[in-house]
C-alpha cells in the first residue's frame, strides 16, 4: 500500500507559476508509476500527466501540453507538477495517483493502486 499527500495549492494570479508536491510512503515510490489528475469545478476528473517510474517518459494531456511539466525525485519519494502562466480554468483540485502499468510519450496504461485527497488550485484573474 502507498500513500499520497498533495501539497502546494493555493490562491495564485495569473500569469504566475506553482509547483505542486505530491510525497509517497508506504510502498515503494520507484516502483510506481506517478499521474496528476484535475477536477474544476463543474467538470470531470481530467487526466493531466504520467510520469514512468524512472522518470525518463512522461504524456501529457495534448490539450494541456506546454505549461506543464511532471517529475520526480525518486530520492525523496515525491512526484511534482509545475504549472506555467496559470489561467483561471487551471482552478482545480489536483490529486496524485500511482500505478502499476506503462508510460509512454504517447499514451499510458495504469493499473492505479493509490490516490491522494487532493490539493485546490485557485487561479484569480
Known amino acids: 500500500q502507498v500513500q499520497l499527500v498533495e501539497s502546494g495549492g493555493g490562491l495564485v494570479y495569473a500569469g504566475d507559476s506553482l509547483t505542486l508536491s505530491c510525497a509517497a510512503s508506504?510502498?515503494?515510490?520507484?516502483?510506481?508509476?506517478m499521474c496528476w489528475f484535475r477536477q474544476g469545478p463543474g467538470k470531470e476528473r481530467l487526466f493531466v500527466a504520467a510520469?514512468?517510474?524512472?522518470?525518463?517518459?512522461?504524456y501529457y494531456q495534448p490539450s494541456l501540453r506546454g505549461r506543464f511539466t511532471i517529475s520526480r525525485d525518486n530520492a525523496k519519494n515525491t512526484v511534482y507538477l509545475t504549472i506555467d502562466t496559470l489561467k483561471s480554468e487551471d482552478t482545480a483540485v489536483y490529486v496524485c495517483?500511482?500505478?502499476?502499468?506503462?508510460?509512454?510519450?504517447?499514451?499510458?496504461?495504469?493499473?492505479?493502486?493509490?490516490w491522494g485527497q487532493g490539493t485546490q488550485v485557485t487561479v484569480s484573474s
Open positions: 495517483s500511482a500505478g502499476s502499468g506503462e508510460v509512454t510519450p504517447t499514451t499510458y496504461s495504469l493499473d492505479f493502486v493509490s
Open positions: 508506504g510502498r515503494s515510490f520507484s516502483d510506481l508509476a
Open positions: 510520469i514512468s517510474k524512472s522518470g525518463d517518459t512522461t
